[in-house]
């Protein structure tokens, strides 16, 4: 029997020479991705990304075809859509190839002056994304909220949602991060629906010679406190047990306040408690996070560190 890997990569195939008119000499499966499956492919017209989107995550196809296109036209470095379409019952989206790997992978062989350099581009970026129209609504357009608190909320619940469900952490963690929340609601008030890249992190930030080279799987924009990108890149690098210097970089870029400082902290706990849910979880792309002791004590750690923090 097939694995689904393999039925996905059949379909990659075909959809490329039956589509696109490819005859691709390699079609190798990205292991990332959790909305898509996502292809390299290289043919003699070149290298190119595919990628396949089942019926229940066709918003998110939608989604990454208007953004990369928006995003490009504010001069940002996105892969280029080449053509899109339906086959079947699946959507497809033929990307142009950026050279370079996710900035967690090579974050360690980087020196300071290049964190700084990436860190400065990134945040280049989060302010011509800023200039993008609001909807005048928090989080996403497929699930607004009238309030930032209220988007909040709704990251607590759906981490204690996935911790209950996993049964691995103690769902207590979420009660005590929604505590802390409230002692915020004076910062979240003044947060504005501003439109900024939610998942930048320490993925889809594709880095080349110590450079950045691209921003990819941009699938949504989100609307409110750009900060929360600086928190879950925060709570990346934590739990790579790597140093968080372009952390320091980033928020110097932006001059960063007092206050925005311990939101990041706080955002960076609100990440902790969605990296314990995520322990054990499979996701729409057959991918499942595993579950092991070390990985239990690790974010434990973080989580209690982060608390000494904000308390």
């Known amino acids: 029997m097939l694995s689904d890997m393999d039925t996905r990569k059949d379909i990659a195939a075909k959809i490329l020479r039956d589509e696109l008119n490819i005859t691709p000499a390699e079609v190798t499966r990205f292991t990332t991705g959790y909305c898509h499956s996502v292809f390299y492919v290289r043919a003699e017209t070149g290298e190119y990304v595919l990628r396949l989107t089942s019926e229940e995550n066709k918003g998110f196809y939608l989604g990454s075809v208007k953004w990369m296109n928006a995003l490009a036209r504010l001069g940002i470095p996105v892969p280029r859509v080449l053509k899109h379409g339906q086959h079947g019952d699946m959507y497809y989206a033929l990307i142009t190839f950026i050279l370079g790997r996710d900035l967690g992978e090579v974050y360690h062989a980087l020196d300071d002056r290049q964190k700084h350099g990436i860190a400065k581009e990134l945040s280049n970026i989060q302010a011509k994304v800023s200039s993008l129209p ?81 921003i990819v799987d941009v699938d949504e924009i989100c609307y409110g406190d750009s900060l929360l990108t600086v928190g879950l890149t925060n709570m990346s690098l934590l739990a790579m047990k ?70």
């Not at 990041?264 to 902790?272: A, D, I, K, M, R």
């Open 134 to 214: 609001s909807i005048n609504l928090y989080g996403y357009e497929n699930s607004p909220f009238a309030t930032w608190l209220e988007f909040i909320e709704s990251h607590i619940k759906r981490s204690h949602r996935r911790i209950t469900q996993n049964n691995v952490f103690s769902a207590d963690v979420c009660d005590t991060v929604s505590g802390i929340m409230h002692t915020l609601r004076d910062y979240f008030a003044d947060v504005k629906p501003t439109p900024f890249l939610d998942d930048t992190t320490t993925k889809n930030v594709l880095v080349h010679n110590g450079k950045l080279a691209g």
């Open 242 to 311: 790597a140093d968080t210097k372009y952390i320091d970089y980033w928020l110097d870029e932006l001059q960063a306040s007092a206050a925005q400082r311990n939101a990041v902290t706080f955002y960076t706990l609100l990440f902790c408690i969605d990296f314990m849910g995520e322990q054990g979880m499979r996701f729409d792309n057959g991918n499942t996070v595993p579950v092991n002791q070390k990985n239990i004590e690790s974010l434990n750690t973080i989580y209690h560190e982060l608390l000494g923090k904000l308390s």
